[in-house]
């Protein structure tokens, strides 16, 4: 299956807020709620930030929020911090097929 | 708190074998598939592999023949193995634990390995 399609980068400055999107089709993103959504710094093990498309694991900042429409999910980060430049990505269930990945975004904060 | 770290040869030779280990503390091995992940540079994440506790394996079609994917529940680790390595398999490999329970996602990973393929 293709990958899931995000932006290559998105940026904002302290406080502001910034959205990632995650387009899949009818058969991932579409088809269940069942996207999750990473932050990974360079180096580091990526944190898991959102799962079944809008929940929060506990420790999980609510800053950070997910919702879906249609074949879409996207992420938002509101109040951006400086700790919040990293790369984002998102990962969908698509059934039998397994999962799909998302291309990533790199979030700079200004 | 659950935690995988990973280790491995980040340096090898065409036609060598890529051998990383995964280990589990602070979590239980069973009820969850324990997964390889990798992303070569400028590219995105590709799905290699996984296990459960007894040892029951799903691999990447791209990858059959070549991958191999172990558990040692007593150690709670789990480990890869890819033969014939060229630089297409150079990448950032991850291992990560996937929850099937009441979510379908991967609510843990290791910190990613460096895995460079060059004669």
């Known amino acids: 299956q293709s990958a899931l399609t995000q932006p290559p980068s998105a940026s904002g400055s302290p406080g502001q807020s910034v959205t990632i999107s995650c387009t899949g089709t009818?058969?991932?993103?579409?088809?269940?709620?069942?996207v999750s959504w990473y932050q990974r710094h360079p180096g580091k093990a990526p944190q898991l930030l959102i799962y079944e498309v809008s929940k929060r694991p506990s420790g999980v900042p609510d800053r950070f929020s997910g919702s879906k429409s249609g074949n879409t999910a996207s992420l938002t980060v509101s109040g951006l911090q400086a700790e919040d430049e990293a790369d984002y990505f998102c990962?969908?269930?698509?059934?039998?097929?397994?999962?799909?990945f998302g291309s990533g975004t790199k979030v700079s904060v200004l | 708190q659950v935690q995988l770290q990973q280790w491995g040869a980040g340096l090898l030779k065409p036609s060598e074998t890529l051998s990383l280990t995964c280990a589990l503390s602070g979590g239980s091995f069973s009820g969850y598939f324990w997964n390889w992940i990798r992303q070569p540079p400028g590219k995105g994440l590709e799905w290699i592999g996984d296990?459960?506790?007894?040892?029951?394996?799903n691999y990447n079609p791209s990858l059959e023949g070549r991958v191999t994917v172990s558990v040692d529940t007593s150690k709670k680790e789990f480990s890869l193995k890819l033969t014939s390595v060229t630089a297409a398999d150079t990448a950032v490999y991850y291992c990560a634990r996937y929850d099937y329970h009441s979510a379908e996602h991967f609510d843990s990973w290791g910190q990613g390995t460096l895995v460079t393929v060059s004669s």
């Open positions: 009818s058969s991932d993103v579409g088809a269940y709620n069942y």
């Open positions: 990962i969908a269930y698509a059934g039998s097929s397994g999962s799909v």
């Open positions: 296990i459960n506790h007894s040892g029951s394996t």
